[in-house]
């Protein structure tokens, strides 16, 4: 075998992990996604920082009440450039793991009647999954 062969088989090679990983990583993330909103706990994040994009991804930091017990978590990239400190997002948080979260930016929430609201979208949602099983 020659010696540009060989750097050639090692490419295809190094291509090919890197897209089992993607996908592997990819699947995962959907699994977490699914069992967040077949079971994830509702809960409001409020955004306590705020670093919008430069050269690396935007970042937030939130904070969450569960049982009257307040947590912190954070999110890297895909952020809303409409973001700002103060701001309350709808929020799942694993049942299990309190450091699992997942906001939802696309569900601002302004006062309790938004939380309810989508609250209900939720269950309706949780409530159409069990039914196609």
């Known amino acids: 075998m020659r010696i540009n062969d060989k750097i050639g088989f090692g490419f295809v090679i190094l291509i090919g992990s890197i897209v089992l990983i993607y996908l592997i990583v990819s699947?995962?993330?959907?699994?977490?996604?699914?069992?967040?909103?077949?079971?994830?706990?509702?809960?409001?994040?409020?955004?306590?920082?705020?670093?919008?994009?430069?050269?690396?991804?935007?970042?937030?930091?939130?904070?969450?009440?569960i049982k009257g017990q307040i947590y912190k978590d954070s999110q890297s990239s895909r952020i809303p450039s409409e973001v700002k400190v103060g701001n309350k997002y709808f929020l799942l948080v694993n049942e299990e793991d309190y450091k699992?979260?997942?906001?939802?930016?696309?569900?601002?929430?302004?006062?309790?009647?938004?939380?309810?609201?989508?609250?209900?979208?939720?269950?309706?949602?949780?409530k159409e999954k069990q039914k196609e099983r």
């Not at 967040?36 to 969450?64: C, H, M, N, Q, W």
């Not at 302004?110 to 609250?119: C, E, G, I, Q």
């Open 27 to 65: 699947n995962n993330d959907k699994k977490k996604h699914q069992q967040l909103i077949s079971r994830g706990i509702y809960a409001i994040a409020e955004i306590s920082f705020y670093k919008p994009r430069d050269a690396r991804p935007s970042k937030v930091k939130y904070t969450f009440v």
């Open 100 to 126: 699992k979260t997942e906001i939802f930016f696309n569900y601002p929430i302004k006062d309790s009647t938004d939380f309810k609201r989508y609250v209900k979208e939720f269950e309706q949602m949780r």
